[in-house]
């Protein structure tokens, strides 16, 4: 089985100028319907890849697992999913990822792929262009990105699909800290020179990853406009006590689905969804579980109609759960 797969380059004038001269051209593809033409249109999920991934890596063959256009692919046969284009965004910065939000440290990423992205795959492709016939979804800081976009643009989607996406700060972050410090430590304190020395060498050291995502999340949630990369960022704590900040801390609060749900306009948006599907499985090991219960438990609360399940398992190589949410999403954005 062999999906169709046309991958199209988006200008990104939105990322042209961006602060870690990050190629603003995209390559973005987009996998079609057996029965796609050129004539019929369908309805468009777009599908955000989490942190350090873009979207090719959807495409990526793994032995004993389907990429995901493998298993649209194969849902469709079995008549489990209605056909739709699946577009998959680049998002990706030097820093690991963009948390697919607007930052003077990164670049405007929610703007590119709300306002140029989007538009740019009506013009290109036969879709329904409509937000009711859109969908979102994504996993982990795709996941994340998902859910928020969702939130703030319920005119560009009718249906999404969370899959242990980052929500609860307060558990799946804050936790990490101490970790990264002691890694910012080894440097003593100077983030150029981590940022250097992990970005040069051939094999970065796997132990020194939560401190680049770390920075990649200060750089999203806490940008700081008067220096320049790679530290223009605000920590959320004292690198040497791991206290938090508590200035800087609120403002990465503001980002967290946990407490964005507390706001009447964005309890209406998710209301307005035709679907809202979350999952993540019970092991997870950023304490995400106990996030998503919670959120799901706060939106029952504000009476947003939603559908949660756990699974029996972590938070890596579990693409598969896409296999749930695809034939849902693909119903609900159909005609």
Not at 273 to 284: E, H, T
Request: charged content about 20%; glycine content about 6%.
């Amino acid at each position: 089985m062999n999906p169709r797969i046309t991958t199209l380059r988006v200008p990104g004038t939105t990322l042209t100028g961006n602060p870690l001269g990050d190629p603003a051209e995209r390559e973005v593809p987009v996998y079609l319907p057996p029965s796609y033409d050129g004539k019929k249109r369908f309805g468009v999920i777009y599908l955000l890849s989490g942190f350090a991934s873009t979207g090719r890596s959807f495409m990526n063959y793994s032995f004993g697992h389907r990429s995901v256009p493998e298993s649209a692919e194969q849902l469709i046969a079995d008549g489990r999913m209605k056909e739709c284009l699946i577009v998959m965004p680049d998002c990706m910065t030097s820093y690991g990822g963009s948390q697919y939000v607007d930052s003077p440290a990164t670049g405007r990423y929610e703007t590119y792929l709300v306002n140029e992205l989007i538009p740019f795959i009506d013009n290109s492709l036969q879709t329904l262009p409509a937000g009711e016939h859109r969908a979102i979804a994504g996993k982990s800081s795709g996941g994340f990105g998902a859910l928020r976009l969702a939130m703030k643009y319920p005119h560009c989607f009718s249906a999404a699909s969370c899959h242990s996406g980052d929500m609860h700060f307060e558990l799946c972050y804050k936790p990490g800290f101490p970790a990264a410090a002691r890694i910012l430590e080894k440097h003593k304190g100077d983030i150029s020179a981590f940022y250097r020395a992990y970005t040069s060498s051939p094999k970065p050291a796997r132990n020194d990853f939560p401190l680049l995502e770390l920075l990649a999340m200060a750089a999203a949630y806490s940008p700081d406009t008067l220096k320049h990369a790679p530290e223009n960022m605000r920590l959320p704590f004292d690198p040497y006590t791991c206290e938090i900040n508590i200035t800087v801390w609120k403002e990465w609060l503001t980002f967290d689905p946990l407490v964005m749900i507390e706001e009447k306009a964005y309890q209406e948006a998710l209301s307005s969804l035709k679907l809202l599907y979350l999952d993540c499985g019970s092991y997870d090991e950023y304490n995400l579980a106990f996030a998503h219960r919670l959120f799901s438990r706060k939106a029952s609360g504000y009476g947003i109609a939603h559908h949660y399940e756990e699974f029996p398992d972590s938070h890596s190589d579990t693409s598969y759960r896409y296999d749930t949410s695809l034939p849902l999403l693909s119903a609900a954005i159909a005609l």
